[in-house]
């Protein structure tokens, strides 16, 4: 039985930045963890990653009356589940497969199944339920009653509660081989050293309630791959695609700091010679830690800061101080590993001062880059169904930035205000003398004066 995985983006898709050889091309890995636990289940699958492989949506009509699937997949978001049904309604004019929904907007919002013509959707994690509708498809029997499914019942939708995953570990690696080609992926230009370069996860979920997460508002627990099955990926990726540079995109890859350490220990002993990036809480780190990290190949770390005042902070459930932010990124560049921030610019409450005390400390703190979000609220979040408390939402025209939806808007500030303060901030961090100074003074390679061209071209572009 054959099965196509598709994730519906278009090469000239909307991104982050209108310049698109700045932004991240990256791989869509929940197909590619499912399609690893088909095949190894026997099934024949490919991929098609419309984001480097159609021009247009022909391109995967063609390729589904050339492939002949049993069953086609779909992975979609909030920005993207329109061209997903407009190239759903041209394959059913053709064809007989069944057609699966699966990703983020349908575990948020599973009522959009019945805008669609899918017929089934998957919701949390798609592993475990996608391998269950495909084994009930190939048999012949019923598909009511899959754990993490979601069928349609005339005007409602009946959900089947979803199972946990236990242990990751039992998870084979996601077949990259899946991809037409992996060297087409690329972190954007403030997250990769040198290319190529991989993207991986080690963990899932996040245990933190920050009122603008849909991910907090999950019910699945935080789980992680042990330091062992990590290790072996990367040796996996080193070996197979000659890939010594990773992006591990993790929510929360500093956690559980003995992991950690076992695994950095692991890599230096093994002499790995690699490189590698990570996102983290500045509450989850220490010196010790820091250092064995930058031992073993760390040579960036992406904080999630927020906000520069301390009210903001309490108001969105951060969690977290502004002495804690400031020891974090203190300590982290005494070991040479570079620093980057990401901050909002308009949470609930926040004023012209507030945001002005965020720019300063962005500034203060002289990260090595800043991302300054607006932000959107989304279904799911706690946020979500308390947000006119606030404020409003609008759309995302006119940012400086390309984001996907429900633009937030505060109480004391209009959308003209918001992105002119946004713009404001990108400005007073990039272009502050000292900060192309030392810009300049650390080009260390091509690939790191390529990037700071990409940078600068961005945003004259934007």
Request: proline share 3%; charged share 25%.
């Amino acid at each position: 039985m054959k099965i196509l995985l598709i994730n519906p983006l278009l090469k000239s898709s909307d991104m982050f930045l209108k310049l698109k050889s700045a932004n991240n091309i990256i791989p869509p890995m929940g197909l590619l963890y499912i399609g690893s636990v088909l095949q190894k289940s026997g099934f024949e699958v490919k991929l098609l990653d419309g984001l480097v492989s159609c021009d247009k949506i022909e391109d995967f009509i063609a390729e589904v009356k050339n492939y002949k699937p049993d069953i086609i997949g779909f992975s979609s978001m909030f920005s993207n589940f329109k061209l997903a049904n407009r190239i759903l309604k041209k394959i059913k004019l053709f064809s007989k497969s069944l057609m699966i929904l699966g990703g983020n907007y349908v575990t948020e919002d599973p009522n959009c199944l019945l805008n669609s013509d899918f017929n089934i959707g998957v919701v949390e994690e798609g592993e475990k339920t996608f391998l269950n509708i495909c084994l009930n498809w190939k048999n012949k029997k019923s598909l009511l009653n899959i754990p993490g499914s979601i069928i349609k019942n005339k005007n409602k939708i009946i959900s089947f509660p979803p199972e946990e995953l236990d242990d990751l570990n039992k998870l084979p690696f996601p077949d990259r081989s899946l991809l037409k080609n992996i060297y087409l992926y690329k972190p954007g230009i403030v997250n990769v050293k040198e290319l190529p370069c991989a993207l991986m996860f080690t963990s899932r979920n996040c245990p933190y309630e920050c009122i603008y997460c849909n991910v907090t508002a999950k019910k699945s627990k935080y789980k992680e791959h042990s330091s062992k099955y990590v290790l072996a990926e990367m040796e996996y990726l080193i070996n197979k695609f000659k890939i010594r540079n990773f992006w591990i995109s993790d929510d929360m890859f500093t956690l559980n700091k003995k992991r950690i350490m076992k695994l950095c220990k692991a890599i230096y002993d093994k002499k790995l010679n690699i490189n590698w990036s990570c996102m983290s809480r500045v509450d989850t780190i220490d010196s010790k830690m820091l250092n064995l990290m930058k031992k073993a190949g760390c040579w960036q770390i992406d904080y999630g800061i927020e906000s520069g005042n301390q009210k903001i902070l309490d108001l969105i459930n951060k969690k977290i101080t502004l002495p804690t932010i400031r020891t974090a990124i203190s300590e982290t560049k005494k070991l040479g590993i570079k620093t980057k921030g990401f901050f909002i610019i308009g949470s609930p409450g926040e004023t012209k001062s507030t945001i002005n005390d965020t720019i300063k400390l962005a500034c203060e703190l002289d990260l090595d880059s800043a991302c300054f979000f607006s932000l959107s609220i989304i279904k799911g979040s706690k946020l979500y169904g308390m947000y006119e408390d606030y404020g409003f939402i609008d759309n995302h025209d006119g940012l400086f930035l390309k984001q996907n939806f429900n633009l937030f808007i505060p109480k004391s500030l209009t959308k003209k205000e918001l992105v002119k303060l946004q713009k404001t901030a990108y400005f007073r961090f990039y272009f502050r003398l000292s900060y192309i100074i030392k810009q300049l003074i650390s080009i260390s390679s091509l690939q790191d004066l390529k990037n700071k061209f990409l940078g600068l071209t961005s945003f004259i572009w934007n």
